[in-house]
């Protein structure tokens, strides 16, 4: 962040949040194929997702001069139980407020919340070929793992897919009971 940039507020989500932030996703839901999604979740939805989220992961905002600017959450991977300690995260700003540090500064939040929380691994889904997704994963400890060809048709084109993990430290010979 520029010294004269207006404070940012790292915060967990409240329910009235759902609209700013159904509006932030459906510019990529519309635009990009940074998501699968091809019809953009309203606030109603977006606010039911929310919930169900937060029982069992952070979900965090970043709010500046007043208004949400990105959002940042942690979801399961898989659902079956003996992958209960690794996640799947997801992060996006308002279009306009990219590149400006305060990705760096939501995510790094959700890390530390995830890692407090026990998991002891995060997975990043990005489809590729997205060089801002993927520099800003591997400047936040995520390394490439893998990726998938040709497994969304989005835009007119197949769309491949790369898996980058980042662990929260050793795992322990016997992890937290979650
Ligand atoms: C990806 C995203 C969350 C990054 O947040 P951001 O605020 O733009 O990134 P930051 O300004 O905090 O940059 C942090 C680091 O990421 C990398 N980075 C960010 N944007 C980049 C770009 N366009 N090109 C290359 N590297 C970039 C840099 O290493 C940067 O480090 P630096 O600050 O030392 O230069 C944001 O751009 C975004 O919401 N993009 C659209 C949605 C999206 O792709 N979400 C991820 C889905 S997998």
């Given at each position: 962040m520029t010294a004269d940039a207006p404070p940012l507020q790292i915060r967990p989500v409240a329910r009235d949040d759902a609209a700013a932030i159904a509006a932030i996703y459906a510019h990529y839901v519309d635009h990009s194929v940074v998501t699968f999604e091809?019809?953009?979740p309203d606030a109603a939805e977006m606010a039911r997702?929310?919930?169900?989220?937060?029982?069992?992961?952070?979900?965090?905002?970043?709010?500046?001069?007043?208004?949400?600017?990105?959002?940042?959450?942690?979801?399961?991977?898989?659902?079956?139980?003996?992958?209960?300690?690794?996640?799947?995260?997801?992060?996006?700003l308002a279009h306009d407020r990219r590149a400006k540090g305060v990705g760096r500064l939501l995510y790094t939040a959700l890390l530390d919340a995830l890692g407090?929380?026990?998991?002891?691994?995060?997975?990043?889904?990005?489809?590729?070929?997205?060089?801002?997704?993927?520099?800003?994963?591997?400047?936040?400890?995520?390394?490439?793992?893998?990726?998938?060809?040709?497994?969304?048709?989005?835009?007119?084109?197949?769309?491949?897919v790369g898996y980058w993990q980042r662990d929260f430290g050793e795992r322990p010979a016997a992890p937290q009971s979650r």
């Open positions: 091809e019809a953009a997702r929310i919930a169900a989220t937060v029982a069992g992961y952070p979900w965090l905002v970043a709010e500046q001069d007043g208004a949400l600017v990105g959002y940042a959450y942690g979801r399961a991977y898989h659902t079956r139980s003996a992958y209960r300690w690794t996640c799947e995260t997801g992060i996006y407090d929380r026990g998991f002891v691994t995060a997975i990043a889904a990005i489809t590729v070929p997205n060089d801002e997704s993927t520099r800003f994963h591997e400047a936040l400890g995520f390394v490439a793992v893998g990726r998938f060809a040709g497994v969304g048709f989005k835009q007119g084109a197949w769309q491949d």
